[in-house]
T-cell receptor, first 118, second 114 residues
């Protein structure tokens, strides 16, 4: 069973360009979470999505950032007009479902996408 | 989610048991204790979780005190590959919305040495 797949692993963009980060959850998982880790800092929650719905976007910057998880295909984290401060590692996690015991809420992480803004 | 407190760093000799403590004195009755680790620059890796009983799996053991205000992650025979930052996270087990996210603190940086 393949794990959470993120691509690209490394992404270089110039200031003002757009960055698209993709995340394919584990098979059978319908919940996706995005986290950001700035250099030398801890992981911070950004957004939580189910298929075609944003459930919690309390950690998303108000501008330039958006996320989607369409019915078909991977989840996409999109950053428009990137700035140097967006340089970070972006991790995606997936879980099977919610409710019940803690086991069903285990989030499994991908290897991350490292975004560098020049 | 309840706040957790962990020592910033610990050392452990290879082959010995690594005991990583975590305080979560404000934990609620429906909150679980989760442990994750992050090996340098990799994605966080789930280790173990529990509610109130001690738990063991192929990676580690989790000891939760009877009052649930603290817990200890035990790596029985630490190896160099266990060098990582270990995060103790307290989180509601079910539900939707904001209860679903993981709130990472600063964790404990475990250095396993020869």
């Amino acid at each position: 069973n393949a794990g959470v797949m993120q691509n690209p692993r490394h992404l270089v963009r110039r200031r003002g360009q757009e960055a698209r980060l993709r995340c394919s959850p584990m098979k059978g998982h319908s919940h996706v979470y995005w986290y950001r880790q700035l250099p030398e800092e801890g992981l911070k929650f950004m957004v939580y999505l189910q298929k075609e719905n944003i459930i919690d976007e309390s950690g998303m910057p108000k501008e330039r950032f958006s996320a989607e998880f369409p019915k078909e295909g991977p989840s996409i984290l999109r950053i428009q007009q990137v700035v140097r401060g967006d340089s970070a590692a972006y991790f995606c996690a997936s879980s099977p479902l919610l409710g019940g015991s803690g086991t069903k809420n285990i989030q499994y992480f991908g290897a991350g996408t490292r975004l560098s803004v020049l | 989610d309840a706040k957790t407190t962990q020592p910033p760093s610990m050392d452990c000799a290879e082959g010995r048991a690594a005991n990583l403590p975590c305080n979560h004195s404000t934990i609620s009755g429906n909150e679980y204790v989760y442990w994750y680790r992050q090996i340098h620059s990799q994605g966080p890796q789930y280790i173990i979780h529990g509610l109130k009983n001690n738990e063991t799996n192929e990676m580690a053991s989790l000891i939760i005190t009877e009052d649930r205000k603290s817990s200890t992650l035990i790596l029985p025979h630490a190896t160099l590959r266990d060098t990582a930052v270990y995060y103790c996270i307290v989180r509601v087990g079910g539900g939707t919305g904001t209860a679903s996210k993981l709130t990472f603190g600063t964790g404990t940086r475990l250095q396993v040495t020869l």
